[in-house]
């Protein structure tokens, strides 16, 4: 897993189930992969010890770790709650 980069919360996120990761304003995110295919406006990181999904658009980005972008094709067993 490479970390891409780190954000910030431009506002609180919840989401609407445990695929996703919750977040206050102004918290560290850091990504790890930007999805593409059905949910091209979804990226996965963690805020603390927690890690899903969440919109991209919530995320202003403060540093970049890896120039390499890593695209994931998405398919619907990606997005299962256990």
Do not use: Q
Not at 1 to 14: E, N, P, S, Y
Not at 40 to 56: I, N, R
């Amino acid at each position: 897993t490479v970390l891409m980069c780190r954000g910030k919360a431009m506002r609180d996120f919840k989401g609407p189930d445990c695929r996703f990761v919750n977040f206050k304003k102004g918290e560290a995110v850091y990504v790890y992969y930007k999805l593409i295919g059905k949910s091209t406006e979804l990226w996965a990181g963690s805020v603390g010890s927690d890690f899903g999904y969440f919109p991209k658009d919530l995320l202003e980005i403060n540093h970049n770790y890896s120039s390499e972008e890593l695209e994931l094709p998405t398919d619907e067993t990606d997005f299962v709650c256990f």
